[in-house]
């Protein structure tokens, strides 16, 4: 969380800066505020509340102009979301100005020293202690990159960190640990950012950097060191999605514009995975075929919608390739013990690739010797790195905090891999794998043709606009649909909203059912008869006492009419990959019903877009 920039070059530091934080801003967007080096002092800003209360205090306020300037975009940990506690964060003598994404782990004994020495801390933050001890380092004659490398030895936790010192205009440094940084190598001007978003209307050129390293960038160079000080190798990309993909494009809101670029979003990620006779290649995969026949369990991690995605691929993997698949959330699966081998496929999935709880679960699953694949939409970032193996989703930036076309193509990848584990082991023959990519190929059409007949799933979201409840049941692979259709809505319109398998219903959640309670149900394509029967059997134990259903059933299924107050048409597909076109209109709702709330949807309160903190 949060969002970090840093530039050194010819433009307004300040502008470049603030443009830049506006594209991180989802990221965290508790405060912000911004430092520029000019005529040997620092000068800063930072106001609590979103960006836009920084731009205000900037224009009645400018700061002088300069080429060289760090931002900040806050996701709170340590300290209240107010002004003082806002990035940057200034050293004694204000020497050193210093922003920080992540969490010192041992500030407190940190600060107890610091305090002891004589200093006074003005922030509740950690952040504000590592300025302090950079700024130590540099007064006593270290160089900033060098004064970073000291200090970042005696750091524990997850941190960015990005530094000026007034004395010297012409280069910022940064650090990383378990926490992204990436370098914008522009043309007589460098940037650093959280996230390429911040600076791609400048360069489309990037370096990730490593774990555990220290760049100091000037307006022509770039130097990347590892903690030690040795020189480090350096790993440049072309980033090949541009400004445009990280506008809004006429919409009112990033998650409109998000789930309506799904039809794309599916097909591109679908893109390059299979030739004409169907046979999948997924060259990204860098485990050989040996090993993949050799593995005897699944266990897919993840947080929140990724976690959802999860578990509909136990469903698809399961069926096609008889590998038994747990689903596990990644928060939980180290504390656990869990029982993981050097035949065990450890399957990571995170849109972000940043996501800590993720992350750690993978090292632990390493550290178990298992493999790992890693499902992801954000080239160079910290999973796919420390993955043995790839798939990328190519969904293009993601900004809207609510994700939607990460978790549709994060299900696009998870059968692609369930049908390439099934090619390689023969667990199904190359007709019907060929079959399921038929399918797949058509999907971009089929949420397409949901989204062009959406109007009744916009005019739903404005007669439930005072809705205190709603629940969403579904069952097989409808059932992490309904986990998402609620998960949705909390997020985003703050209110109850709870997602059950529809056969738990009589179990205890029956009792929450009253009059005109919204009730939406996903019912099975009638493919599957006894599923599809079961279903409507739950519809009429909601309806009889007197909650509102709302069901989301295939085109030509005419047996839910009677089950249904509002009836949602969606195309035919087959059972398992029905995922894709029925979270499509439940992302809809909660997107159309939060805006008419008037919350603000693409940054919802108290969340961010990338969880870089257990
Ligand atoms: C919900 C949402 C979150 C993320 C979760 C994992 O709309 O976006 O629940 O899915 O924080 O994030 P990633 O996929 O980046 O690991």
Redesign the pocket.
Known sequence: MCGIVGYVGPQAAVDTVVNGLRRLEYRGYDSAGVAVVAGGRLHLAKKAGKLGNLEKELAEHPLPTSGLGIGHTRWATHGGPNDVNAHPHLSAHERVALVHNGIVENYVRLRGELEAAGLTMTSETDSEVVAHLVAQQVEAGARLDEALRTVCGRLEGTFTLVAVDSQDPTAVVAARRNSPLVVGVGQGENFLASDVAAFIEHTREAIELGQDQVVRITADAIEVTTFDGSPAEVRPYHVDWDLSAAEKGGYDWFMRKEIHEQPRAVADTLLGRYDANARLTLDEIRISEDELRSIDKIVVI?????FYAGMVAKYAIEHWTRIPCEVELASEFRYRDPIVGPTTLVVA????GE?AD?LMAIRHAQQQRARVLAVCNTNGSTIPREADAVIYTHAGPEIG???TK?FLTQLVACYLLGLYLAQVRGTKFGDEIAAVMRELAAMPDAIAAVLDGIQPVLDLAAEFVDAPSVLFLGRHVGYPVALEGA??LK?LAYIHAEGFAAGELKHGPIALLENDLPVFAVVPPKGRDMLHAKVLSNLQEVRARGARTVVLAEEDDHDVTPYADVLIRLPRVSTLLQPLVATVPLQVFACELASRKGHDVDQPRNLAK??TVE
Do not use: F, P, R
């Open positions: 993840a947080c929140g919608t990724a999935i995170s849109q972000s996501t993720t905090v609510a994700s990460g998960l949705k997020e990338s969880v």
